[in-house]
């Protein structure tokens, strides 16, 4: 199975700053024959199911706000949150859709310092 | 759309059977998944179903005990789980492929929550 560490578990950022969060894969998600990653980041507030907000780790899905974006390649990825939103607040997952099981990092919790 | 049956509550050694019915789009057209959240916890791919051929993928960890089933005339995925233990209660989401057999989510059920006492 693929392992998908994120670091850090938790951070607190100021409203307007930016907010990293990283993922890491144990395996390549990279695909030779599409040159596409296959690595997705959620969106989770309490109560809530989880919302799609990146795929192909820098396709930004509909109606996400432009803050939110998406690098990495290989192994290694991003999730940034340009200037942050009170609204932000939440748990973040990435997600491998690479090779079966899907498998999904812990979580980071973001919070407003 | 897609809407989730309400919550259960079930004894240790039961079955559960959790509906997602889905509404808005052709039902046919895409895979639907069920992952799960146990309280306080990440988030765990149980298995999918291609929603047009009836086809299956399992997570090993529940090949023995999980059964993912659709109805085409109703537009519903179920997700049946056998020898419930207490370890299984959690809230359990269908989520859309975004195509027919992608494993690149989009759209998220609300959740079931299933609680499973000894």
């Known amino acids: 199975d693929i392992v998908m560490t994120q670091s850090p578990d938790s951070l607190a950022v100021s409203l307007g700053e930016r907010a990293t969060i990283n993922c890491k894969s144990s395996?390549?998600?990279?695909?030779?024959?599409?040159?596409?990653?296959?690595l997705s980041w959620y969106q989770q507030k309490p109560g809530q199911p989880p919302k799609t907000l990146i795929y192909w780790a820098s396709t930004r899905e509909s109606g996400v706000p432009d803050r939110f974006s998406g690098s990495g390649s290989g192994t290694d990825f991003t999730l940034t949150i340009s200037s942050l939103q009170a609204e932000d607040v939440a748990v973040y997952f990435c997600q491998q859709y690479y090779s079966g099981p899907i498998t999904f990092g812990q979580g980071s919790r973001l919070e407003i310092k | 759309q897609l809407v989730q049956s309400g919550a259960e509550v079930k004894k240790s050694g039961a079955s559960v059977k959790v509906s997602c019915k889905a509404s808005?789009?052709?039902?046919?057209?895409?895979?639907i998944h069920w992952v799960r959240q146990a309280p306080g916890q990440s988030l765990e791919w149980m298995g999918c179903?291609?929603?047009?051929?009836?086809?299956?993928e399992y997570s090993q960890r529940f090949q023995d005990r999980v059964t993912i089933i659709r109805d085409t005339f109703a537009s519903t995925a179920h997700m049946e789980m056998i020898s419930l233990r207490s370890e299984d209660t959690a809230v359990y989401f269908c989520v859309r492929g975004n195509g027919p057999g992608s494993w690149l989510f989009d759209y998220w059920g609300q959740g079931t929550l299933v609680a499973v006492s000894s």
């Open positions: 179903i291609r929603t047009g051929s009836g086809y299956t």
């Open positions: 395996q390549s998600v990279l695909s030779n024959s599409n040159n596409k990653n296959y």
């Open positions: 808005g789009y052709t039902f046919t057209g895409y895979a």
